[in-house]
């Protein structure tokens, strides 16, 4: 992978939107190996991939639609919820049925705002399955993302909820996207306290908002 492409690849983690970014690059994968967490894994990202394929779907007054498209598959394989109490941890108790549900859904937009930009930064590269990992209800998919001479490790943790496996944390490179985001929000918290967690992620959510309408009417 040159250095562009491996910068954009780590970018995704420090940045943390890409959540599902990763799973697009397979694209042009080679055959499935592993288990059910395996095949509900690649069931999301070719779904992902034919909307992005879709050439009615690239026009310039469809891309709210694209966006909707895009944030509904995703949000049926990723377990918002579960991505959600792991990421505030401790805090997590201390909140009531309200805020846990306020905090799941400015937490989902954030994602998957970020997601469907980082979509924009594919250039080719595959993601090979190496192994899937089974205990219980948890498994882990193993993955390598690569373009040629470099290869970057990716791995999907899932839960299995009533016979359907979700998504909750994504490796890249041995970042966590939960410790990563379970740090940065500890230290608001610690700082500015909870609510102000809670603002800064509703201004990130308006802003996103209003530059992606703008970007539509044009």
Not at 7 to 31: E, F, H, I, N, Y
Not at 198 to 209: E, I, M, N, T
Request: glycine residues 8%; charged residues 30%; positive net charge.
């Amino acid at each position: 992978m040159n250095r562009h492409g491996a910068t954009w690849m780590r970018s995704l983690m420090v940045g943390m939107g890409s959540l599902a970014a990763a799973a697009l690059l397979a694209w042009a994968a080679p055959a499935l190996a592993g288990g059910a967490a395996t095949a509900a894994v690649k069931q999301t990202v070719d779904e992902v991939i034919r909307i992005l394929a879709d050439e009615k779907l690239k026009k310039p007054d469809k891309i709210q639609e694209r966006r909707r498209l895009l944030e509904k598959v995703v949000g049926a394989r990723f377990g918002y919820d579960e991505m959600s109490k792991r990421t505030l941890a401790a805090h997590w108790q201390k909140l009531d049925a309200k805020q846990r549900e306020e905090f799941t859904e400015l937490f989902k937009r954030l994602l998957t705002n970020s997601y469907a930009d980082k979509v924009e930064g594919y250039t080719g590269e595959q993601i090979h399955y190496i192994n899937e990992r089974n205990e219980g209800d948890y498994a882990e998919v193993r993955t390598r993302v690569a373009n040629g001479k470099t290869e970057i490790p990716l791995d999907y943790r899932l839960l299995n909820k009533g016979g359907d496996w979700r998504v909750y944390d994504v490796v890249v490179d041995g970042v966590s996207l939960v410790n990563n985001y379970r740090g940065q929000f500890a230290k608001i918290i610690r700082t500015s306290g909870y609510d102000d967690l809670v603002k800064q992620l509703q201004d990130k959510s308006d802003k996103f908002v209003k530059l992606k309408t703008t970007e539509g009417k044009e």
